[in-house]
């Protein structure tokens, strides 16, 4: 297994495929551009002159408002990054689906066929979805249900406003709907860590009474109860947060007695009914699940990635990630952080200069638990690791 990640912010095509092939191996089994330039037109070009140069079994790959490189965050300039991989052993299935594909699968084994694997093949996923024109909720509810759990990570193209100005690409072909990705089997272990920048507060809370996305009591009190004595508790600057704003972390896995960082599927409180206090979700929940209440900002975002990468380097240190693709959150960045870097920077830090590759995204895609979820404000981290 070998990974390598070429980044350059050139602006003539023949510069562009120069940067990214020259000195490169003839043959890689799987490539991932992602390209953040003012042309759409010319990722034909590109992708034409980068095959010409190296040979490429599967390539994927999208538009985006900017770009991540092995050390370098890269927005609001033209930039193109490429990241290519030798994987031995592995079998990459490349795939686009677009609605109308979506709708016509209904059975497990329509399923099966159109990605030509079955949930016993522990597979990944990697998607490339365009935010237009595809119900991205069911395509993932659809993985999540006949894939049980296997990981699905990516990244929603993000150089556009509106339908068919995105560019996904899939080997020689542009498509400008739907979405594209690949499947991976085979001797690889991929882990995620998917960082939602946004730490706890106050305890945990058994949610005793809720309908659909409205949860009206925890631990037999109002929501609104529970949150108002958190808040009274906080310091003045996380109380001027939750002004802003304030989230619920949904957990995901039931069976668990102590919940930490990870295990929480984020999502915004919309409002309160003022008559019976019952907190209005950005998500459906369900009586007898675990919620703790969350805040968000630059401060916690950073924290959270931190700690995240930390547990991840815990886990795994006896063996060092040979690639990373790197999904944030296009609201991330400088626009965070006021600092170029912040997210690679720590990513690297943990990892040790990983060749690594992603882009700026109009929505992330990751798994929480056992499932996988369409996110906002995050960083979805796939690392590639030999299987042992």
Known sequence: ??????????????????????????????????????????????VDGINNKIQIKNLIGC??????????EIEQQAATVLVL??????????????????????T??????????YPNENPTFILLPDPF??????????????????????????????????????????????????????SLRVETVVSQ????????????????????????????EILQGI?????????????????????????????????????GVMGIDQETGAGVIADYVKTGQTVQFHLRDSEAASEDLNALMLSQQTKMVN???????VFCCNGRGQNMFSQKNHDINIIQQYLGSVPAGGFFCAGEIGPVGKQNFLHGFTNSIVLFYPAV
């Open 63 to 72: 538009t985006s408002a900017g770009v991540i490189g092995t050390q370098d």
């Open 108 to 117: 497990a084994e329509e399923w099966y066929q159109f990605f030509e694997t």
């Open 319 to 325: 063996l060092r990630p040979q690639g990373a693709l």
């Open 231 to 267: 808040l009274a508790k906080l310091p003045q600057r996380d109380r001027i947060l939750a002004h802003e704003a304030v989230f619920v972390g949904i957990a995901m896995d039931e069976y668990k007695h102590e919940f930490k960082r990870g295990d929480f599927l984020i999502r």
């Open 85 to 106: 991989a030798k994987l031995p052993d592995v079998k990459i299935l490349p795939f686009a689906i677009n609605q109308t594909q979506l709708e016509g699968l209904k």
């Open 197 to 224: 920048g946004c730490k706890p507060i106050g305890d945990t809370y058994i949610v005793t009474k809720a309908e659909e996305n409205l949860i009206r009591s925890l631990a037999g009190k109002p929501f609104i």
């Open 1 to 46: 297994m070998k990974f390598t990640s070429r980044t350059t912010t050139a602006n003539s095509i023949l510069q562009i495929v120069e940067d990214l092939t020259k000195g490169q191996d003839s043959t890689f089994d799987l490539g991932i551009l992602f390209l953040s330039i003012g042309n759409q037109g010319a990722v034909r070009e590109i």
């Open 133 to 186: 024109m595809l119900d991205l909720n069911s395509l993932l509810g659809s993985l999540n249900r006949f894939y049980p759990g296997a990981a699905v990570a990516g990244g929603l193209a993000s150089a556009a406003r509106s339908p068919g100005e995105n560019t996904l690409v899939l080997n020689q072909e542009q498509i400008n709907e739907g979405a594209v990705g690949v499947v991976l089997t085979g």
